[in-house]
């Protein structure tokens, strides 16, 4: 299937972004030291919005009913709105406000992400869109949430970092929108509340190895230009999940996927680049490639860690292994000559959604079998359940083709969409046959 690029992201945060200040000369604003006046207020806004959460999470426990201390914090952030001007933020601190005046939202999560918030876009607005200024951030808000934490007399390192790659995901994915804060304190917060209801518990040991492998293999994927900054972070959130909720093997099935894909864009890349069917930004994945091909894996991951069930683990292997398919198919079915149309068998352009090959749907076969065949050696899954995800990786890439020359031939869906639907029915697809001979 043809490949989109992602959109581009511009370098000053949502609501540091700059809104003209007619009056004196000087490129139409009005300058302080240089600087132009609009970033200095907002600035300090975000500074008294900094002492605004440090004060709530001091007395926020001590204050009862919730709904009085939500008051407060909700009169305090008009007043920074109406003399700051900091809009989105404002709608941030009186949403979480209410949630948690209804008892809805825990104190807990409600003081740790006023103050992890505020903290990180204080660090982000000083900086560029690259590859520092999210450190800056993750450490930054990381500092903030374990603070929180420890004053609160809590160990939820789980919980925290779950909410920290929420915070970056959500940073690095909305930049470019002006209300982005908006959803990245519901995302924040709601991550951390879900994690917490899991009541999933994990080794301390295990979280922060987690965490070292699943960042390390983001950034190298980074690095050798396989994946973007979303890429990175989301490659990454994937990977703590697999480590934490299930097993170190089943990371090596998605670095397997990981693998096979990669080589697979790279191949006659100059080919198809020529064609204009290539991957986008040189064949670097992003966020919506990522959650696509691999969020129903790590469901079932997480599934998988809270019940222990078998069928978790052929739904897991069967998502994999019609992501590796399908990624061949799409990848080096393009090469092979024309295709078909799916759902009619005429010949059609290169490129086409829904078109197949007949080398795409040998490679189809080939990606589902490397993944069930890792999956296999590492006794993750039995030869009967290898064989079944093997034919779900076909049965997955033709499904997938088929919702190409459908929904998305149509506009319905966009690439990223397709993946998502032919995982699903892959993992689904798994379940029913290994329920059905076995």
């Not at 001091?58 to 952030?77: G, N, Q, S």
């Not at 992890?116 to 690259?130: C, I, K, Q």
């Not at 790659?165 to 995302?187: H, N, Q, R, T």
């Not at 059609?348 to 959604?353: A, C, E, K, L, R």
Request: glycine share 10%; net charge neutral.
């Amino acid at each position: 299937m043809q490949k989109g690029g992602e959109g581009s992201v511009p370098r000053i945060a949502a609501d540091l972004r700059p809104r003209p200040i007619y009056g004196k000369k000087r490129g139409n604003m009005f300058m302080y030291s240089g600087f132009p006046y609009y970033a200095m207020e907002r600035r300090h806004g975000l500074l008294f919005a900094a002492l605004l959460a440090f004060f709530t999470v001091l007395i926020a426990p001590l204050v009862h009913p919730p709904w009085l201390m939500a008051l407060v914090v909700i009169f305090y952030a008009l007043v920074l709105f109406r003399f700051f001007g900091t809009k989105y933020l404002t709608y941030a601190f009186v949403i979480l406000s209410i949630l948690y005046g209804l008892s809805i939202l825990p104190v807990f999560f409600f003081s740790c992400t006023l103050a992890m918030l505020v903290v990180g876009e204080l660090v982000f607005g000083t900086g560029a869109d690259d590859l520092n200024t999210y450190l800056y951030y993750v450490i930054a808000t990381a500092w903030a949430a374990t603070l929180v934490m420890v004053y609160y007399h809590l160990l939820v390192p789980l919980t925290i970092i779950f909410g920290i790659i929420a915070a970056i995901l959500l940073k690095v994915i909305l930049l470019k929108f002006e209300d982005s804060i908006v959803i990245e304190a519901l995302g924040i917060a709601m991550t951390m509340y879900l994690i917490d209801e899991l009541n999933y518990v994990a080794d301390v040991q295990l979280i922060v190895l987690a965490l070292i492998v699943a960042s390390a293999f983001g950034y190298f994927a980074y690095r050798f230009r396989t994946a973007d900054l979303s890429g990175l972070f989301s490659i990454a959130l994937v990977g703590i999940i697999l480590l934490v909720f299930a097993e170190a093997s089943w990371m090596l099935i998605m670095l397997t996927f990981f693998i096979i894909g990669s080589l697979a864009t790279k191949y006659k890349y100059a080919y198809k680049k020529r064609l204009g069917i290539e991957q986008g930004q040189g064949g670097a994945r992003g966020y919506r490639n990522v959650f696509a091909n691999g969020i129903a894996a790590s469901a079932a991951a997480v599934l998988y860690g809270v019940f222990v069930r078998p069928e978790f683990i052929v739904i897991y292997v069967g998502c994999v292994a019609t992501a590796a398919a399908d990624t061949l198919a799409s990848e080096i079915g393009v090469t092979g000559g024309t295709p078909y149309l799916i759902t009619t068998f005429k010949k059609v352009p290169v490129g086409t959604n829904g078109g197949v090959t007949l080398t795409g749907e040998a490679v189809a076969v080939v990606g589902g079998f490397a993944v069930s065949f890792v999956a296999l050696l590492l006794n993750v899954i039995t030869p009967e359940m290898a064989a079944i995800c093997t034919v779900t990786g076909f049965i997955g890439t033709n499904i997938d083709s088929l919702v190409g020359a459908t929904l998305e031939n149509k506009g319905y869906l966009g690439n990223a969409g397709t993946n998502l639907i032919a995982t699903v029915t892959g993992g689904i697809v798994a379940l029913g046959l290994y329920l059905l001979f076995t």
